[in-house]
């Protein structure tokens, strides 16, 4: 790759200054003064992580971690983090995740966690992990680095409304079932909802309800599934306007064209409707967000389940389930280190605490293959009752290319702003596509030359 030298020494400067910054905004603190770690964790799950917390604290004293929730979009997330070191003011820890987890590590955000691995109590180590899930976190430029650590192994399946199906007079979903199904079902319901009182739609824009843009665990395995990808390491190209990308790209639309999905503007807005809410019949998401459907739809007295995905007739593979997951990381800036990774190595080795706590309440599937295939996430009372649904849904998907550097962001800029323009300006698939292609492909250019 030309320019290594290049890079090289842009990341020591940009990291030369951020430890100025840090020296120069922080003082030394007093040898009996507590020491705060600041926790940046993702909006929607960050209230998962509130009996950790409390337990840590508690066990504690002398190291209090204190948790901020970070912004709701992946650009909006790298921005915010990066301006936040340049600041000299970036969280202890963070929440990093597979998508982004790459473009952190080329700007020298986040800590290589290797030097830590046996260092701790626990003695956590590379090999406690799930070697698929761990790979999201170690960078394409630095191959024998680990810049995060996978807290759950995570696949999408679809979360219904069991209760507004039978009042709307539908047959529940069943596993097996096709993507033309699932397009008929959420069309039929969104027609019966736009007459009741608050109004129901079939599905929603994203997990927690709006969003502006195609999930990427939705369209990464659907391109996978039909021969065409994001991004291919080996030839360093992207094709997601090939003919059978575009094909994928009118299929994942339609839900967002037929009323299936609330029109952009409400999907967008700040107060889409939700799944928990009991305004959307069916939701496609991750048991992260298992909690959160919980107790909104107990609130609502409404029963509720999960089913496989549904499959469709592709070149490379029938099943359309996006894997991954989200992690725990390091801030390479961070002033209590230490701090940080006695935390770390808490939080995945305590038997009464830490990831076994985010078992105990459902969110998670152990990123471990012990905990995939027999973990106590299984026992839990229903809902949901289709546990196993969640296990398939692992084993069969596809987790997402990591694309070089800064373009992972354009990646996820540009397939919103197609999104839009198909919408809203009607602007056709193709040309809207081959637009995001062509910035991608750019994206991809400039990082391989630098």
């Known amino acids: 790759m ?22 120069a905004s922080f003082g030394i603190q007093s040898a009996h003064a507590v020491t705060e770690l600041r926790f940046a964790a993702l909006a929607g799950i960050d209230g998962n992580f509130k009996p950790v917390i409390e337990q840590w604290n508690k066990e504690n004293p002398d190291i209090q971690v204190k948790v901020e929730t970070l912004p709701a979009t992946i650009p909006d997330i790298v921005k915010s983090l ?93 596993d097996g079932w096709t993507y033309d199904q699932y397009l008929k079902t959420c069309d039929a319901i969104s027609k ?28 990464n395995p659907f391109l996978h599934a039909v021969g065409a990808y994001t991004y291919d390491r080996n030839t360093n190209t992207s094709k997601i306007a090939a003919p059978e990308a575009i094909a994928a790209w009118k299929e994942l639309v339609k839900p967002w064209q037929s009323g299936c999905i609330p029109k952009y503007s409400i999907s967008a807005g700040k107060t889409p409707p939700t799944f928990q809410g009991g305004q959307v019949a069916m939701e496609t998401s991750v048991r992260a967000l298992l909690p959160t459907y919980k107790s909104g739809l107990a609130e609502k007295k409404m029963d509720w389940d999960v089913v496989d995905m549904p499959t ?30 006695k935390f770390i190595d808490w939080f995945y080795t305590t038997k009464n605490g830490g990831i076994n706590t985010l078992q105990a309440s459902g969110s998670l599937v152990p990123p471990t293959d012990a905990g995939i295939s ?36 354009v990646l996820d800029t540009v397939i919103a702003d197609a999104l839009a323009e198909v919408l809203l300006k009607k602007v056709s698939v193709e040309k809207a596509f081959k637009k995001a292609e062509d910035k991608v492909t750019a994206a991809i250019k400039k990082e391989l030359d630098q």
């Open 374 to 409: 027999g973990g106590d996430w299984r026992k839990f009372a229903a809902p949901p009752a289709n546990v196993d649904a969640f296990g398939r849904a692992i084993k069969n998907s596809f987790i997402a290319p990591k694309l070089p550097g800064q373009a992972g962001t």
């Open 82 to 174: 990066a301006a936040s070191a340049l600041s000299g003011s970036a969280p202890d820890l963070i929440n990093n995740l597979d998508t982004y987890a790459d473009q952190l590590a080329d700007v020298g955000f986040t800590e290589d966690l290797t030097k830590y691995f046996g260092t701790g109590s626990g003695a956590l180590k590379r090999a406690d992990f799930n070697a698929a899930f761990l790979s999201s976190y170690v960078p394409i430029n630095f191959p024998k680095q680990v810049h995060g650590l996978p807290i759950a192994a995570d696949a999408i399946v679809v979360f219904y409304n069991k209760t507004l199906f039978k009042k709307a007079g539908f047959a529940l979903p069943k």
């Open 192 to 219: 019966w909802g736009a007459k009741q009182k608050p109004q129901v739609w079939g599905s929603s824009g994203g997990p927690g309800g709006g969003s502006k843009s195609i999930w990427q665990a939705q369209y």
């Open 2 to 23: 030309k320019g290594s030298t290049s890079r090289r020494k842009l990341r020591v400067g940009f990291m030369a200054s951020l430890l100025t910054l840090s020296l």
């Open 312 to 341: 469709i007739k592709g070149k490379v593979s029938k099943y359309i389930i996006g894997g991954g997951s989200y992690g725990l990381g390091m801030a390479a800036s961070g002033k209590n280190k230490a701090a940080a990774w």
